[in-house]
C-alpha cells in the first residue's frame, strides 16, 4: 500500500515485523517562490514527495498553503525560517536574517510568530517541524523547536526517536560544492536500498526556479526530475518499502501501540 490509497489512513497496520520499512519524501522551502511550489506541487502529482515543509514568510507561502488545504494528501509542516548562510571565500556568511541568531528572545519571538502565521494560512497546526538549513539543531533554536514540537505533539526533525532523517539526496557537499551524484537517480536508488528499518524521513528540495536567490538553485529542477523518475516508484514497491506522510505517522503509532498490546496479552 503506498499513500496514493485514499483509505491508506484506515487500513494502516504496524506489522509483527522488524525489518518493515516507511518512507516520507519531505519537500523543504514550500512557498518560498512560485517556481520552488511549482516543483514541490509536481513531485507530489507525478512523483513520491508526499510532505512538505511551509516557509511561511515568503510572497508564494499563501498559494502554498491553499494548495495544501485542497490537498490533504500533501502533509504541512512548519520550516522555521531565521535565516540562510553560504559559503564565502572568508567562511559562512549570511546571504539574510531574520533575526540574530545570538538574541534568544528574538529567536523564540520569531519561531512563535511564524507558527502563528502557519496556523493563519493553513487553518491547522503543523503536521511536523524541521528548520531552514537546520538551525533547529543548535541553541538557541534547538529547545525551543523542540519545546514547540511537544506543545503540539508533532515529530521534530533528527530528534524524533522513532523517525530517522536521511539527508543523502542532497546537490551539494559541506561547503556548498557542487555533487551532482547526490541527486542523481542512481544515488537515490542506493539511499532507498540501505533504509533502516522502520520510519525514515528523506529530505529534498525540488524546484522549477532558476533565478531563486539562494545557495542552492539549480539542483532543485534536477531533483524534480529524479523525484518524478518512475523507476524510483517502482523500486519503491520492489524494495517493499510503504510510502507514507507525516500526516500517517499518528495512526502508525497507534497501530504499533496496539500491536505492542496484544503481544504482551499473548505472554
Known sequence: MSIDSPDSRTEMTYPNSSGSRWLIV?????????????????S???????????????????EAAQ????????????????????CAA???????EVVSMNDAVAVREEIRRQLDRFRELVGTDPTHIDSHQHVHRGEPVHGMAEELAAEIGVPLRS??????????????AGQGEPWPEGISREGLMLLLEHLSPGITELGCHPGCDDDLKTMY???????VEVLCDPEIADAIDRLQIERISYADVPTLRAARRQTDKLERNET
Open 217 to 223: 538553485c539549480r539542483e532543485r529542477r534536477r531533483e
Open 67 to 86: 494548495y495544501g488545504a485542497a490537498n490533504k494528501r500533501l502533509a504541512l509542516g512548519l520550516h522555521i525560517d531565521l535565516g540562510e548562510w553560504h
Open 90 to 96: 572568508n567562511g559562512w556568511e549570511p546571504l539574510y
Open 26 to 42: 519531505n519537500a523543504d522551502d514550500f512557498g518560498m517562490s512560485a517556481g520552488v511550489n511549482e516543483g514541490i506541487i509536481e
Open 159 to 172: 530528534f524524533t526517536p522513532d523517525i530517522e532523517y536521511c539527508g543523502g539526496f542532497y546537490g551539494q
Open 44 to 62: 507530489h502529482e507525478r512523483g513520491i514527495v508526499s510532505s512538505a515543509s511551509l516557509m511561511v514568510r515568503w510572497p508564494a507561502a499563501m
